[in-house]
């Protein structure tokens, strides 16, 4: 067990520049789809505003007019990301390797380490328990009453696939990446450190805390401690699938990330 949980992707450099358009391609081809994926969660999280007597929200008749925007949206944001974590943040040396060795026609013995992607969704499935289980006693102590009414689990199963995909390009690929990147250039260095590498993770999670505030904002109020849970809570999944990246790349953190969700807000019920 210890060899698999400590067991990483190989980083091919050369390999990962040779199929670097391939990747970009797929990895663009996945965010618009995540973004896709996430349009009925968010037609549903309005129409639940609307239903509590919100005046100031904004749900378009149909679901093509979304699907227009959305598409449109997510492509140019999907390119901007993938230029980052591709091309600019090369030397951070992280990226997606197994995509790449996917197109390398290699055997699937040589592309996939079975026992590296089980233990990676087993630990984002321990993660996921232990969370469940202090927002138990967080309500047994200090219960929260929401503003409006959760999404059914169906919704939350489709968003689980759709932040996985997203919200893994954005912040792991995208801006850990990035930060990564910046400081390898300001200590002119090309090989990063435990340290600089563990610097991205931290920081690029305290981002993906404060972007789940406008979303937690539908639900509860947010106060002090309503905050705190959340960038507490996220800071703590954002260390996770950060590091999952850093060991075993992109594919795989996306993996874990849906398997995640998938234990937390559709197996589980941590808002009722």
Known sequence: MKKSVTSTVIQDK??????RWQVAISILFL????????IPFSREVKRLNIEAGKTNVNLNESIFKDLTTIGISSLIIGVILVFIGIWISSRANLGAPLIARIFSKKPISKIINWKTVLSSIFLATVVALILLGLFELQKELYPIVGKISRPSK???????????????IMFRLGLMSLIITVILFLK?????SNKIIWSGIIISALFFGLIHL???KNFVE???FTIGVTMIGNLITGTTFGWIFWKRGLLVAIISHIAFDLVFHVIGTPYT
């Open 154 to 168: 169906s919704f939350y199963a489709l968003v689980s696939f759709s932040a996985g995909i997203s919200e893994e």
């Open 31 to 38: 965010f618009i789809l995540g973004s896709i994926i996430n």
């Open 222 to 224: 947010l106060t002090p």
């Open 214 to 216: 406008p979303l937690s």
């Open 188 to 192: 002119k260095t090309d090989n990063p």
């Open 14 to 19: 050369e390999e990962k520049k040779k199929y």
